[in-house]
């Protein structure tokens, strides 16, 4: 099966509901070196607005944490977060967050896309 939109091909896709209010790591499995993210739920009472915080922790790991995120409301990206490169191909990822109205739970929806070849890694 092959997935493709706006000229991105689909590359892994799922939505995942989490245990509680537990972050949910996704490890992207190659062969050499595995990709992992972790995708965690946070609130900064101080802050009026939501954002999300997108950190390298690792060479190989990537935080993102969905601040202040309203509830029972999906929210998530319009545009693609361009994240590096796997298999060659530039990897990107559009997702979406759902939290629970009492804040008990929420789900991820997720779609990590794979781009065009990244010259001289052939």
Same mark, same amino acid.
């Given at each position: 099966m092959? *997935?493709?939109?706006? #000229?991105?091909? /689909?590359?892994?896709?799922g939505?995942v @509901?989490a245990y509680g209010m537990?972050?949910?790591?996704? /490890? !992207?499995?190659?062969?050499? %070196?595995?990709?992992? &993210? /972790? &995708?965690? *739920?946070?609130?900064?009472?101080e802050?009026? %607005? &939501?954002?999300t915080?997108?950190? !390298?922790?690792r060479?190989n790991? /990537?935080? *993102?944490?969905c601040v202040?995120?309203?509830?029972?409301?999906?929210?998530?990206n319009h545009?693609?977060?361009?994240? #590096?490169?796997?298999?060659?191909?530039? !990897?990107?990822?559009?997702?979406?967050?759902?939290?629970? @109205?009492?804040?008990?739970?929420?789900? !991820?929806? @997720?779609? &990590?896309f794979?781009?065009e #070849?990244?010259?001289g890694?052939?």
């Amino acid at each position: 099966m092959k *997935i493709t939109s706006g #000229g991105y091909e /689909v590359a892994y896709h799922g939505r995942v @509901f989490a245990y509680g209010m537990n972050p949910i790591e996704i /490890v !992207l499995s190659e062969e050499n %070196d595995p990709l992992k &993210f /972790v &995708f965690c *739920i946070e609130q900064e009472p101080e802050r009026n %607005d &939501f954002t999300t915080d997108i950190r !390298l922790v690792r060479y190989n790991e /990537v935080r *993102i944490a969905c601040v202040n995120f309203p509830r029972g409301k999906p929210t998530g990206n319009h545009d693609l977060i361009h994240l #590096g490169v796997l298999n060659n191909r530039k !990897l990107s990822l559009r997702y979406e967050v759902t939290i629970n @109205f009492d804040a008990t739970a929420w789900a !991820l929806t @997720f779609t &990590f896309f794979a781009g065009e #070849g990244v010259p001289g890694n052939e």
